[in-house]
């Protein structure tokens, strides 16, 4: 078994989205080949009802699947297909744009005014890239649960994990998607397969992610693995890319720690990615701009 070493840890950082929502941006339009299969990852976490209210009026996107998690409050959302619904604190909203959507998500805060949760885009192959849209709106109670014997909880959003399997399927990119939560003091590995990109995303306590699969070289024998130099410690808001291995190691602080920890194929394909709209080719991209100019986007998108 190969540790994954932690090859980045870094802060998100903050953002204003949509008609002025503030937020925080782990990571997205940058460089895209460390998180291949993913574009992007917004923690939209905030207490203040003026700084989220304004939500994300109508959009298009194209190319991309989004995936909404949402922890406290709600998110309301419409498209152009029809659809409307609510998402609720626990539930997930995983909506394949293809060849064309536009749609609009509107955050509404709980009774103490919290809006909590992530939205995480996962770019689309060039074979599916101008596939039909589609929604796949899972309920909290859908979502399997796992807790291990030494305390360690396991919400399965996609994908499959100690022998659970999440509701959200037909993903491209086969992602696993997992909420994980570990208890004060806990040391615990994980299995992350080792052609996957993988990174995780700690949103409550602390933790320190091992860096190394050998022996680490420590003063003393009293010395324990977590205080050796390598491993860093990741708390809230802390974005941990890892890279390649079969597991990911993490000692937990006296507060425990939870975290997102998403791993996907990468598709290893040219991105050309401007604002909501991913695709191959500039080309490509100005098609699709050139649409929405003209009003023909959504016309295009209902083509069979």
Not at 195 to 216: D, I, W
Not at 228 to 248: C, K, Q
Not at 249 to 262: P, S, W, Y
Not at 272 to 299: C, D, H, K, S
Request: hydrophobic letters at 40%; proline letters at 8%; glycine letters at 10%.
């Amino acid at each position: 078994m190969s540790i994954r070493p932690v090859r980045r840890l870094v802060k998100s950082k903050p953002a204003v989205e949509g008609a002025g929502v503030h937020l925080r941006r782990a990571f997205g339009f940058g460089a895209t080949s460390d998180f291949d299969p993913f574009l992007l990852l917004d923690d939209f976490r905030n207490d203040v009802p003026e700084d989220y209210l304004a939500g994300f009026p109508w959009h298009p996107h194209r190319g991309i699947e989004t995936i909404t998690y949402v922890l406290a409050g709600t998110v309301e959302h419409g498209d152009s297909m029809g659809n409307s619904g609510v998402i609720a604190a626990g539930d997930v909203q995983w909506m394949t744009a293809g060849r064309g959507i536009v749609h609009q998500e509107m955050p509404k805060g709980d009774p103490a005014g919290r809006m909590h949760g992530f939205q995480l885009w996962a770019n689309l192959p060039a074979s599916l890239k101008m596939t039909s849209p589609r929604y796949q709106e899972v309920k909290a109670a859908e979502i399997p649960a796992i807790t291990d014997d030494d305390g360690t909880h396991v919400r399965v959003v996609c994908g499959n994990f100690w022998g659970a399997t999440g509701p959200v399927d037909g993903i491209a990119a086969d992602p696993i998607y997992l909420d994980v939560s570990i208890a004060p003091g806990r040391r615990k590995t994980l299995p992350v397969e080792t052609t996957r990109h993988a990174f995780a995303y700690v949103f409550a306590g602390a933790g320190k992610f091992c860096n190394a699969s050998g022996p680490l070289a420590v003063p003393t024998e009293a010395v324990g693995w977590a205080d050796t130099a390598p491993p860093s410690e990741a708390d809230n808001r802390s974005l941990v890319l890892f890279d390649r291995g079969d597991e990911v190691t993490v000692q937990a602080g006296e507060d425990g720690v939870r975290f997102l920890l998403v791993s996907g194929k990468p598709l290893k394909e040219p991105v050309a990615w401007y604002g909501p709209i991913v695709m191959n080719t500039q080309e490509q991209l100005q098609q699709a701009f050139l649409e929405l100019e003209r009003g023909t986007f959504l016309q295009s998108a209902a083509r069979p």
